[in-house]
């Protein structure tokens, strides 16, 4: 077995195995902190759902209040109008056939891709390639719109996706490291209040069964659900 370095060790000697309210857990996440470069903050949220039932899928968008601290790379098919709408809203690449073209050759240098309605039948190609990343537009995620001005500004504004896995958890970033507490605080509240209200209608008994935060190589750190929807309603 390797052993834990000693950083890490140290790391993990500074968190108690409790429950820490929301405004002690992000300090405490920065504490921790050991690694050389700006971490992602991500949380890990367990659910009372079954999501082999359709009827107790999780899944939505959140616009974090300060952002991800993440430069986003917005792709957008679309034609004529709505095409000029998404580069004036400031989209990194914009296209219909020739952006489908570009992609079905290779070309996958964009981390959203945005679609108006009336594009779908020739994004539809691109199914395998962009499916198994993750990357196909998808009306439930917001991601085919023809508000194309206001998709673009707020993906790029700090718009965040949940969906909850297999195993009934939701993993999903909240900001960086070097933020300051009270923006991390926000953003987590924002982020479990909107999976808090997108609690579907066949689930059953307690909804939000655990929470935790970590930096990308640091810990986990429990937090109370409770005080978080409490700082979310505040």
């Known amino acids: 077995m390797k052993k834990e370095g000693k950083n890490i060790a140290k790391a993990h000697a500074a968190v108690e195995k409790r429950p820490y309210v929301l405004q002690e857990a ?22 009372g759902v079954d999501p082999k039932h359709a ?26 109008d709505k095409a000029q709408e998404a580069l004036r809203a400031g989209a990194d690449e914009v296209g219909g056939e020739d952006l489908v073209k570009k992609i079905e050759a290779g070309w996958l240098e964009f981390d959203v891709a945005l679609a108006t309605p009336d594009s779908m039948g020739m994004v539809g190609r691109l199914g395998k390639i962009l ?35 297999k195993s009934a958890i939701v993993h999903c970033p909240v900001g960086r490291s070097s933020f300051e507490p009270a923006a991390l605080v926000d953003n987590l ?46």
């Open 26 to 47: 992000v300090p405490l996440l920065q504490k921790v902190k050991f690694a050389k470069f700006d971490e992602t903050v991500e949380i890990t949220l367990r659910l």
């Open 55 to 80: 009827d107790q899928m999780v899944r939505g968008t959140v616009v974090l209040p300060h952002g991800t601290g993440k430069v986003v790379r917005v792709a957008v098919f679309a034609q004529g």
């Open 131 to 165: 499916g198994r990343r993750g990357l196909m537009p998808n009306p439930k995620a917001g991601t085919i719109t023809f508000d194309v001005d206001r998709a673009v500004r707020e993906t790029k504004g700090g718009r965040v996706e949940f969906r909850v896995d």
């Open 189 to 234: 509240a924002a982020l479990v209040d909107a999976i808090n209200r997108a609690k579907p209608a066949g689930a059953k008994g307690q909804y939000l069964k655990g929470l935790t935060i970590a930096n990308t190589m640091g810990p986990g750190i429990r937090v109370d659900v409770a005080g978080v929807l409490a700082a979310a309603v505040a």
